[in-house]
C-alpha cells in the first residue's frame, strides 16, 4: 500500500524518482517524502475522494500541488495557462486563487505556495471548488477535514528557506487580478531578460516585493518558478530593478509599502507555440 502510494505521488510530483527515505509522520500529521541526493522534501496527504495535497522543495524552489482534480481544459502553452481555484481553510472565507498547470491536466500548481502551505500547516475543514468541473458544467466543490501538520509541512518550508508565519502574508487579500494593490500601478513594468546559457525555451516565475516611497520594489522573493533547474527566477529577480510603482493616478506623493505580485512567462520560440524543451550544448 505504501508503496503504491509512494508512486502515486511521484506521478503527481513530476515524475520523480523513487524516493529512498520515505518516513510516515504522527498519523495527525501529513506524511513526508525526503530525497536528501535530489535535495527534494515533499509534504503530502491524500484523501478517499481522490484529491491529493503536496508541499515540495525541490533545489531551493517550492511547489504546492493539488492533485485528482477533473481535468483542465487542453492548452498549447501550458507554462502561460492559469486555473483558477477558490479555496477556504478554517475559518478563513474562501476565495479565489491561481493556479498553474502541469503535463497532467489533472494536477495545479499554486502561484503562491508558500502562503498556502502557511494556511494548511493549521488544518481545519478545507473547501475546494472548481468552477465548471462538474460532467454538466457546474461547479464542483470538494469537502475534506485537513489534518494539522506539525512537522511535515514545516520540514517541506524550512527546506526551501521559508518563514513559518509570514506577516505579508495577511497583504494578499488586497491584491487585485493584476498582482497590485487598488492604490498601486505600475509606471514602469519589471522587464526581465531571458537567462544566459543553458536553459530552456519556455518558463515562468512569480515574484513578491514590498514596494518602496520612491516607487522601486525591494525584499523580493521568488514565490515558485518552473522549470525548476531553468534559472527563470534568478532572471525574474533581476528585472524588478526595472521596475517603477506610482499611486495609481499618478502624483507624486510617496508610494505606501504594499506587497505586490507579478508573474512573468518567458517563450524563446514562436509564442503562438512552445515545446518548453532543453536547450544542450553538443558536447552533452
Known amino acids: 500500500m505504501q508503496k503504491a502510494l509512494v508512486r502515486g505521488l511521484a506521478a503527481v510530483v513530476m515524475s520523480m524518482a523513487s524516493a529512498t527515505t520515505t518516513s510516515a509522520q504522527d498519523a495527525e500529521d501529513w506524511d513526508l517524502l525526503a530525497q536528501p541526493e535530489e535535495q527534494l522534501t515533499v509534504a503530502y496527504t491524500q484523501f478517499d475522494n481522490g484529491l491529493l495535497l503536496a508541499a515540495r522543495c525541490q533545489r531551493g524552489v517550492y511547489q504546492v500541488m493539488i492533485g485528482g482534480l477533473p481535468a483542465a481544459p487542453a492548452v498549447r502553452d501550458f507554462h502561460k495557462a492559469n486555473r483558477v481555484l477558490i479555496i477556504g481553510i478554517g475559518g478563513k472565507d474562501a476565495a479565489e486563487q491561481r493556479f498553474m498547470l502541469g503535463a497532467d491536466p489533472s494536477v495545479a500548481f499554486s502561484e503562491l505556495p508558500a502562503p498556502l502551505a502557511r494556511q494548511m500547516r493549521e488544518g481545519g475543514t478545507m473547501t ?28 517541506s518550508l524550512a527546506a526551501c528557506d521559508r518563514p513559518f508565519v509570514d506577516p505579508r502574508d495577511q497583504q494578499l487579500d488586497d491584491l487585485g487580478d493584476d498582482g497590485l494593490p487598488i492604490n498601486l500601478a505600475w509606471k514602469r513594468v519589471p522587464k526581465p531578460e531571458y537567462p544566459e546559457g543553458r536553459t530552456y525555451t519556455a518558463g515562468f516565475a512569480v515574484i513578491t516585493c514590498l514596494s518602496q516611497a520612491d516607487g522601486r520594489v525591494e525584499d523580493c522573493v521568488v514565490e515558485t518558478e518552473f522549470p525548476i533547474n531553468g534559472g ?33 512567462n518567458y517563450t524563446m520560440s514562436d509564442p503562438e507555440f512552445s515545446t518548453g524543451s532543453r536547450i544542450r550544448n553538443r558536447n552533452e
Not at 468552477?131 to 511535515?152: I, K, M, Q, T
Not at 526595472?242 to 505580485?261: A, F, M, Q, T
Open 128 to 155: 475546494i471548488t472548481v468552477p465548471g468541473g462538474a460532467e454538466d458544467g457546474r461547479n464542483l466543490r470538494y469537502l475534506v477535514e485537513l489534518p494539522a501538520s506539525n512537522a511535515a509541512i514545516d520540514q
Open 232 to 264: 527563470f527566477g534568478d532572471a525574474a529577480m533581476r528585472g524588478t530593478r526595472k521596475g517603477r510603482l506610482e499611486n495609481r493616478g499618478g502624483g507624486d506623493g510617496p508610494v505606501p509599502s504594499r506587497l505586490i505580485v507579478y508573474r512573468v
